[in-house]
């Protein structure tokens, strides 16, 4: 009997249509798992189990619904047709033979005595099949690896072929006569067998593919190591930036460190190659520190302009006050209105969230007083 039969086997095979993507390795993973379900298909024995399938199919699809597992095993453990016209064919035989009613006993109610089948043990055609399929998804999960997931993925995948490749035969003997003469008939006979052990070149073939993605997931977590450091270094600086930054105003220098503590992040996170795995990752990191760099920007060049318009408002202060004469008869009213307008024309471009507004602020109230009072 058929360890899969057709009708469970096509309710999962349509579940798993539901749950995989459309992606490349989806593709993979989705052929993978019915491999599986088919090689159960060919092996005869028991029917499997509910927790058999369920290993096969959640491991990659955790979202599988229960209620095609459940229908799969119910549907797995029914007599399918040929099995009744196989149990009938027996029975007919039996009956002819005069022990078909025990027979007959013993196989509609088992006892717990008889001895159960023992579930068919994979060939090695087929631990070879499961270990090539396992190979290919592996490298299409460490080769096409975005993340750090992928990498994890390909991994538990290359573990899992490599418990096929190890039941596979890693050598095989080839026997060849070893022929005498008899010199007196002149005829040839065998007088032995030369024995010789080689290499299994199936196997050895396998073996080396599994090497090389291996060292294809060796060099990739060693790329990994170097852009999970420079993630690192990048939040290092991200994080000092942002806590230098707070409880602004701050001075024109202060946000030129804070400034340099951003483009230090952004750096980091350039050197991250488009091929190398958590790209993806730093693109993001890249996005939201280049907004903050342009704030920090935004924000200095708003301290610098303040700083020149508050003090040049000063300086023009000064120098209206050292204008007027001391006889009051000579005063210019005209000249020192418009002097007083041009303060606070000055004094109006100091920008709120700037070290110098609170100050400017004050002085503009006072000058805007001056200037009512001398309008009068």
Known sequence: ?????????????AEITKCAGND?????????????????????????????????????????????LTQAAKAN????????????????????LGSGSLVLAILLYPTNDQPVAQ???????????????????????????SKAADLALGEEKLNAAKKHI????VSRTISSPQYSYRRKKGRRYVSGYNTQTIEDEQT???????????????????????????????????????????????????????????????????????????YVEAQKLLAT????????????????????????AQEQIQALLASIPKDGSQVNRNQIISQMQEIINQLQT????????SEAQNLLQLAQKKLASAQK
């Open 289 to 312: 520190y280049q907004t903050n760099l342009g704030t920090v920007q935004t924000r200095l060049k708003a301290e610098r302009q303040s700083q020149e318009a508050f003090k040049y």
């Open 204 to 278: 050895a073939s396998i073996r080396s593919r599994f090497e090389q993605v291996k060292n294809q997931l060796s060099q990739q977590k060693q790329v990994q190591g170097r852009t999970k450091t420079l993630i690192k270094g990048a939040k290092q600086f991200a994080f000092a930036g942002a806590k230098l930054g707070q409880n602004a105003p701050h001075t024109a220098d202060k946000w030129q460190q804070i400034e340099t503590l951003w483009y230090k992040a952004i750096e980091q996170l350039q050197k991250i190659r488009v091929d190398d795995v958590d």
């Open 350 to 357: 100091v920008k709120s969230g700037t070290t110098a507004y």
């Open 1 to 13: 009997m058929s360890r899969l039969n057709n009708r469970a086997f096509e309710i999962l095979r």
């Open 77 to 96: 453990r029914s007599i399918g047709i040929l099995d009744v016209i196989k149990l009938a064919a027996v029975l007919v035989v039996l009956l002819v």
């Open 24 to 68: 490349p390795l989806s593709k993979i993973e989705e052929s993978l798992v019915v491999r599986e379900l088919q090689l159960l298909q060919k092996q005869q024995g028991s029917p499997a189990s509910l927790e058999e399938l369920q290993q096969i199919v959640v491991t990659t699809y955790p979202n599988f619904r229960e209620k095609a």
């Open 166 to 169: 190890d039941e596979l035969p």
């Open 119 to 145: 579930n068919a043990p994979l060939s090695n055609e087929e631990h070879y099949e499961l270990a090539i399929a396992f190979l290919e998804q592996a490298e299409k999960f460490i080769n096409q690896a």
